[in-house]
């Protein structure tokens, strides 16, 4: 009878331990859905206010030099509290940009789905790309900017950074956010 008391124990302790380290590393395990969807934990960014960083998402996983990419840039309506003419999208000199936008297969996309766009501008030589959109866009709304694709850069961290041209009779580029996307081989 003792026997099977201690039994029991050295069971129940055994099976305890093993479903906490269990719950533990499938808690720890990374998220495949969310794989490449945003820019996570951020500790030494560079970025002073945390709200400043926008979400993104790659669609393919965001492998290097990969042909095909699609990369939604995420800006949400607390950040837009202006009407919108146009939109920038920049990037830093370092570490250099190799990647190719096809600036055909760029879509803006508000509440899923996609406005019209008058001109898509790409300025290689100043790292910016200009999307001018058809009709003004009304303050408080959600925006998706789709880039499909896209060829990846190298494997690196890349700073991409939103301004807005805000509708009105005194257009002014405003700074939104910036979104900080990786692309590495994982």
Do not use: H
């Amino acid at each position: 009878m003792k026997i099977v008391k201690t039994l029991k124990a050295k069971i129940f302790r055994y099976s305890t331990a093993s479903l906490a380290l269990s719950g533990c590393l499938f808690t720890l395990s990374p998220d495949l859905s969310m794989a490449n969807g945003n820019s996570g934990l951020v500790i030494f960014s560079g970025i002073e206010n945390r709200s400043d960083i926008l979400e993104y998402k790659l669609d393919f996983n965001g492998r290097p030099k990969f042909y095909g990419e699609r990369m939604r840039l995420r800006v949400p309506k607390k950040k837009l509290t202006q009407g919108v003419s146009k939109f920038f999208v920049s990037y830093l000199k370092d570490p250099k940009f190799d990647g190719k936008f096809n600036t055909k297969s760029v879509d803006v996309r508000v509440g899923g789905e996609s406005i019209p766009i008058k001109e898509i501008y790409w300025d290689k030589e100043n790292r910016v790309l200009e999307i001018d959109i058809e009709k003004d866009l009304e303050a408080g709304n959600s925006v998706e900017l789709v880039f499909s694709n896209l060829k990846n850069p190298s494997s690196g961290t890349y700073y991409f950074i939103c301004d807005i041209l805000t509708s009105g009779q005194i257009p002014l580029r405003v700074y939104v956010g910036t979104w900080i996307v990786s692309f590495s081989r994982t």
